[in-house]
């Protein structure tokens, strides 16, 4: 019995069932409350984004030609029918901003991607093959983040053109190396494990070894790294539209709310305060929600 016993106690464990890395993961991330808190508040955001339309109580683009700057419903002169008031040609900003989200919430999604992709590929490239090819991509990728990234963004903008698609395309562009750097340390400190040279040697070609052997195992730092991007990305949209670069009126976005309230901040300021909380309240949830998935995901981080 003692030997059976012994041989049990010795003998590895089995690799936790998908079920149970879940459960491991949400123990972790559970742990930290304001991670909890950024989860459900963009998980709130998204909701309100896909049903802006039935959501929205007026047209966003509709204009209320007698209630011209109406301030919010609790405000003396406030009429119930617009909770947060009206702007300077009497749209409700409430209306707006409801709608604005899917501007704002799409812009940084798409951003995310586009950089993800690019990144992860140029990095995984110069992260196996090594040599000249990693140096000129890194030297190129140096280039990149050698500038200040909303600077670059507007240069990008000027030559594509303002407008909102080119905006996430500039933005993208910019928050590319930060994916690529990442994915290159990941690649260098995997491809010499021993599970990557048995995949070699049974005949994996260099995409599968690449995109298939390696890839998989350098995720979690990726999706922390796109999660933290996608806040990122909002506010650069923002600046860009808050600038005249990126979306342009009268597309409900955040940041082209902003810009178009500037000469009324003092007179009438809740055509500039909500918008500004709106990307307020979307930053901190998405942040507070990377920080959880860093902890989670971290090894390191995780107490024993």
Same mark, same amino acid.
């Given at each position: *019995? ?15 069932? /998908?079920? #149970?890395? @879940? ?14 808190? #950024? ?11 896909? =049903? ?18 109406? /301030? ?10 617009? @909770?947060? #008031? ?13 709608? #604005? ?7 940084? =999604? ?13 990095g995984l490239v110069a992260g196996f093959f090594g040599g000249r090819v990693d140096t000129l991509i890194m030297r190129v990728m140096d280039i990149i983040l050698a500038f200040p ?18 905006? *996430? ?7 590319? /190396? ?31 070894? *690449? ?7 350098? @995720?979690? /730092? ?6 933290l991007s996608f806040s990122n990305a909002i506010l650069d949209a923002a600046a860009l539209g808050f600038l005249g670069m990126g979306a342009q009126p009268p597309t409900p976005e955040?940041?082209? *709310? ?5 000469? =009324? ?40």
């Amino acid at each position: *019995m003692s030997d059976t016993s012994s041989l049990r106690e010795g003998a590895p464990t089995a690799p936790a069932s /998908p079920r #149970g890395r @879940l459960r491991e993961f949400w123990t972790y991330f559970s742990e930290n409350r304001g991670a909890v808190f #950024g989860l459900w508040a963009l998980a709130a955001l998204v909701l309100v984004a896909v =049903f802006a339309p039935l959501i929205a109580p007026h047209d966003p683009g509709h204009q209320f030609r007698d209630a011209l700057l109406a /301030p919010p419903a609790w405000v003396d002169g406030g009429r119930a029918e617009f @909770l947060l #008031g009206t702007d300077a040609i009497g749209r409700d900003i409430l209306s707006r901003l409801i709608v #604005g989200s899917r501007f704002s919430l799409f812009a940084g =999604f798409v951003v995310v991607v586009l950089a993800l992709v690019l990144g992860v590929t140029t990095g995984l490239v110069a992260g196996f093959f090594g040599g000249r090819v990693d140096t000129l991509i890194m030297r190129v990728m140096d280039i990149i983040l050698a500038f200040p990234s909303l600077v670059l963004a507007l240069v990008l903008v000027a030559i594509l053109g303002p407008g909102l698609t080119n905006a *996430m395309i500039a933005v993208a562009l910019v928050l590319q /190396p930060h994916f690529a750097r990442l994915t290159r340390a990941a690649v260098i400190a995997e491809k010499g494990r021993d599970y990557v040279t048995a995949a070699r040697l049974a005949g994996a070609g260099r995409g599968r070894l *690449m995109f298939v052997t390696i890839l998989p195992n350098c @995720l979690g /730092p990726l999706i922390v790294q796109a999660t933290l991007s996608f806040s990122n990305a909002i506010l650069d949209a923002a600046a860009l539209g808050f600038l005249g670069m990126g979306a342009q009126p009268p597309t409900p976005e955040w940041g082209t *709310m902003l810009a178009e309230a500037r000469e =009324f901040i003092l007179r009438a300021w809740w055509v500039v305060t909500f918008p500004g909380l709106a990307i307020l309240v979307t930053v901190i949830a998405i942040n507070l929600l990377g920080d959880g998935l860093r902890d989670a995901l971290d090894p390191k981080l995780k107490r024993s």
